[in-house]
């Protein structure tokens, strides 16, 4: 079965500052891997998707992500945290076969002035 | 506008009485999806659905019920079984092929067992 994990449940930034958030999965298959953001009290929205067409995926609102193979690895980046950002964020992987999403625990992003 | 409904968005319950909560999709999605978020443990599936008239548990299906009557609806009943219902539900939709694309959600409902 797959598994996410996503280190560090908070994570705090100064503004301006470089966002990053980890996310590795247990897959021996290279997955289809995503990155959700929830604001407080709302739904999950997808931020970005890696489907194999290429490493590095860009998404909304200036954050990436780079697919590590090797490392397992997908971890979620910006290089100037503005306050907005300031919401959780979670990692979830796929597989070919399967039809279920399965999440990280999640890591709440807080943004300083 | 296309989206997925949820109703109600808050919700008390006395121990021992079921509730249901209600989703409402109009993107025209086959399959739907119902999550439980806990702080610090993300989404856990509860139930999920990929036609009309079928269904399948999820991780964490124990204390709940669902129906898929219709394509647009997938209710999900909190039944007196769940030991700890008090959380936050999502109920999520996606297109066919949904697992090269992307799931979208309602905007939860919170449900406190007073």
């Known amino acids: 079965a797959q598994s996410v994990t996503q280190l560090g449940s908070h994570v705090s930034v100064s503004e301006g500052a470089l966002v990053l958030l980890r996310c590795n999965y247990s897959?021996?298959?290279?997955?289809?891997l995503f990155w959700y953001v929830q604001y407080p009290n709302q739904g999950l929205q997808l931020l970005l998707k890696?489907?194999?067409?290429?490493?590095l995926v860009k998404g909304i609102n200036g954050f990436e992500a780079e697919f590590k193979k090797s490392e397992t690895s997908f971890h979620l980046t910006k290089p100037s945290a503005h306050m907005s950002d300031a919401a959780e964020y979670f990692c979830a992987v796929s597989d070919n076969a399967g039809n279920m999403l399965t999440f990280g625990g999640g890591t709440r992003l807080m943004v300083k002035p | 506008d296309g989206g997925i409904t949820q109703s109600p968005k808050y919700l008390f319950r006395k121990e021992g009485q079921n509730v249901t909560l209600s989703c409402e999709q109009n993107?025209?999605?086959?399959?739907m999806y119902w999550y439980r978020q806990d702080p610090g443990q993300g989404l856990r599936l509860i139930y999920y659905?990929?036609?009309?008239?079928?269904?399948q548990k999820g991780d964490i299906a124990e204390g709940y019920s669902v129906s898929r009557e219709k394509k647009e609806s997938f209710p999900l009943t909190v039944t007196s079984a769940q030991k700890n219902p008090t959380a936050f539900y999502l109920c999520?939709?996606?297109?066919?092929?949904?697992?090269?694309?992307?799931?979208?959600f309602g905007e939860g409902s919170r449900l406190t067992v007073l």
């Open positions: 999520a939709s996606a297109a066919e092929g949904w697992n090269t694309g992307e799931l979208f």
């Open positions: 897959s021996s298959v290279p997955p289809y």
């Open positions: 659905s990929q036609i009309v008239n079928d269904f």
């Open positions: 993107l025209n999605h086959d399959a």
């Open positions: 890696y489907t194999s067409a290429a490493t």
